[in-house]
């Protein structure tokens, strides 16, 4: 290289760096003598600026002098004597608020497009930095088939278009990339998913519009040349402890390496680890994030702490409702008090060992420790009788056991108390006499534990405390006819239950029934009264066969008159008395037969000759009817071989072995007070007479 020649083709570079954020501004970045022209072996001053505040340094990169100024928002390029013709100064500012990276790909088109006709889809760029090097390619397959050359753009959204023309062969991926290119090294480059047609009817295309984001994952783009190691890489600490975590790397050309953290932020110029100290975490949200600042591209290396801020849950309870009613839906719920992060939080209900429901946070971000209720739906049977469940809150924050708190065990005591109780009872009751009261309760659960309590008239008659068969059945007396009323009240713990009926006393003398004998063909008359003096309501009837024959009210007695006859006699007669109630009616009744009174008339013939055989038997019958029964008087030849009986109204003689002596009158007298009957049986003994076989003499 001659003297005094100029370097002309000097090109003084620019870039800008971000740190973290989608929100992006322009690179402001100045160079006060922008295509410098220096004589070679002059000295030359260039100064690179920017106005932004949020600058984390500024420097110039070059083969000669090169500069790093951290915290600056101005570094001077300065060389006393220029003699390397290739220097290559590039400014070079990192700034803490923006994203270079394209952060996320959007492909929009329309839901149907033609066949053959063009139709306009779009590539959206999101969250792009240095506009001025990106470049947006389309691609039908494997061809680009437009680009963005010349899109406008306002910095955080560039949307390039590109006119299609529809194919025929569908199955087509369209795709769309970003490509951010500073120069010789890798760009970095970010890709839409492709968009693959299908066919939906005859002539028609349609295209998947799965329109999701596709978000490039810096870390996966820059991690090959990123070197950033924490150590510990995930750190689980409780609020309020002390936390170390160093993060290094081991690449040579590092200009910072520092924690951007709300809590103790670190910055350590020219050094290759950073360790972020706190003694006592006590912010939430610190979330520390490691930056790592290179000469060298990747220029800027950021690695998020997998940090875990926990809070032990100290409050696990168990609220349950005050009754827990057989087969009837309620809630039991696990109460827990202050537990950070919930999205490790397991929250469980466990009857005795077993689980019965589980409720888990997993896509909760909240960092700061809050309190949760979780309702489980439980549903008692019998069988839960005194079973214990507990709410149990599990903390999992990594591989290993949880950290767990349980609430007290809760005693299950189901209740089944939805039946009324029954009364049964009469309405209506004789006074001074015994009656039954009868209290039940159907499927009440636990029955040991039901009380019931029995009252008359708002006095306690009976209480029970152990309804083993969940009735109560007493008797009861009432001493007046005043409405009485009685109560059954039936508990359960502090559950009660009622049921009350009015009963009305009543008093009815027994009816008194007066006949007296009557002989045949007189007149009779049966009276059918009550004490005169009480209740004047009452009816009095007579009933002959089940017939009334007669009928009187208000306490007259009630008379029948009846003509003897001889077919009445031991016929039923009822006297009865009814007294009306409000709901029904009373009865009481008396019964006796009539008594007619007429003399004996026989019930055979009252004259016959019989014959018997010497030595022979025969029984001779005798029977009358009349009231009083008759009785009976035999009159014959008296002899010892001779028997008489009389036996249900049937006098009998019994001869047996006859003689001749037996022959003669047998009279038989039936006679009673008003009358008599006389028969008369003539007996005659006949000789044997013996017949020999053979001859006849
Ligand atoms: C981010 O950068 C823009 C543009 O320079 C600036 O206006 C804004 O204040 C910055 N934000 C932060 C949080 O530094
Ligand atoms: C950067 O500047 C801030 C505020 O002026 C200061 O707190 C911090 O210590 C500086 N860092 C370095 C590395 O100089
Ligand atoms: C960019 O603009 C030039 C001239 O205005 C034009 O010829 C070229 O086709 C455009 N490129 C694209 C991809 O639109
Ligand atoms: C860029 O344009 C988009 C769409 O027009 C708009 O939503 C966004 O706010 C604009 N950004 C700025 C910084 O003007
Ligand atoms: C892209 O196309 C839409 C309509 O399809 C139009 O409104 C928009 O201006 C176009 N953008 C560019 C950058 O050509
Ligand atoms: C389109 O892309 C999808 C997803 O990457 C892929 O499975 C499919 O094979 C592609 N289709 C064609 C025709 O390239
Ligand atoms: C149990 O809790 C859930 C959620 O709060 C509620 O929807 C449901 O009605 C509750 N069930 C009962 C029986 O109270
Ligand atoms: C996370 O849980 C808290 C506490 O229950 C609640 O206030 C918040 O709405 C939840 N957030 C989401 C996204 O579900
Ligand atoms: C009440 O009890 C009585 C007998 O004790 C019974 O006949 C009746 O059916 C019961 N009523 C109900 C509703 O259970
Ligand atoms: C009763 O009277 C009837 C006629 O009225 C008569 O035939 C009968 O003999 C009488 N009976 C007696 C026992 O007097
Ligand atoms: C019913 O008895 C009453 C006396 O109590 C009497 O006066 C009346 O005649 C009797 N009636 C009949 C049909 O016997
Ligand atoms: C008659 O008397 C004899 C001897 O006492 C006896 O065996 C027989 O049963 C009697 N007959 C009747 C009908 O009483």
Known sequence: MEFGSLMRDMFLGLLCFAVTGAASAVCDVNIDHSGVVVRFGDPVTV???????????????SSVSPVNEPNSTTAFWNASSLTVRDAKPKCLM???????????????????????????????VLGVASAQYLAVQFYKGDDQIAGSDNVTHNGTQFPVNATITFPKNHGVNYTCTAELDFGPEAPIQNTSPPYATSTIGPGEEKLNMSSLPYTMSPKAAASPLCDVNIDPSRVVVRFGDPVTVTCSTTREDVLATGWESSVSPVNEPNSKIAVWNVSSLTVWDAEPECFINYMNEPRQCVEKLDLVIYKYPESVSLIAPEFMKIGVESNITCQVLDVAPIRYLSVKLYKGDEQLGNRSFTHNSTRFPVNESVPFPVTPTRADNGAEY???????????????????????????????????????????????????????????????????????????????????????????????????????????????????????????LHTEAVLVNQTGIVTCSVDGSFPATATQRLLLNGF??????????????????????????????????????????????????????LLSADEENVEVREGGSIVLNCSADGNPAPTYEWKYPKADNVQEITKDGVSTVNITRASSSNSGFYTCHAKNRYGDKMMNITVAVKDQVIITGGNCF
Request: net charge negative.
């Open 47 to 61: 100064n690179c600026s920017t106005t932004r505040e949020d600058v984390l340094g500024a420097g110039w990169e």
């Open 548 to 601: 009334i024959v007669n009928e009187t009210h208000n306490s007259t007695p009630a008379q029948y008159e009846f003509k003897a006859e001889k077919e009445l006699n031991g016929k039923m007669i009822t006297c009865e008395t009814e007294l009306n109630l409000a709901a029904t009616s009373v009865k009481k009744n008396q019964i006796t037969t009539f008594n007619v009174l007429y003399k004996p008339s």
């Open 390 to 512: 507990t709410c149990v809150a599990e903390l999992q924050l990594g591989p290993g056991e949880p950290i767990k708190n349980a609430s007290l065990p809760f005693r299950m005591l189901p209740i089944d108390f939805e039946e009324q109780p029954n009364l049964t009872v009469s309405e209506n009751v004789e006074v001074n006499k015994s009656s039954t009261v009868r209290c039940e309760l159907k499927n009440a659960f636990p029955p040991e534990e039901v009380q019931v309590e029995l009252l008359i008239n708002n006095e306690i008659h009976t209480i029970r405390s152990n309804m083993d068969n969940v009735y109560v059945e007493e008797r009861f007396t009432l001493d007046s006819v005043e409405p009485a009323v009685i109560t059954c009240n039936v508990s359960l713990r502090s559950l009660s239950k009622s049921a009350s009926r009015n009963v009305q006393g009543y008093v009815l003398p027994e009816p008194t």
């Open 94 to 124: 990192n700034f803490n608020n923006e994203t270079e990276l394209p952060e996320c790909i959007f492909l929009f088109a329309p839901e149907f497009m033609k066949i053959d006709n063009g139709s306009n889809i779009k590539c959206l």
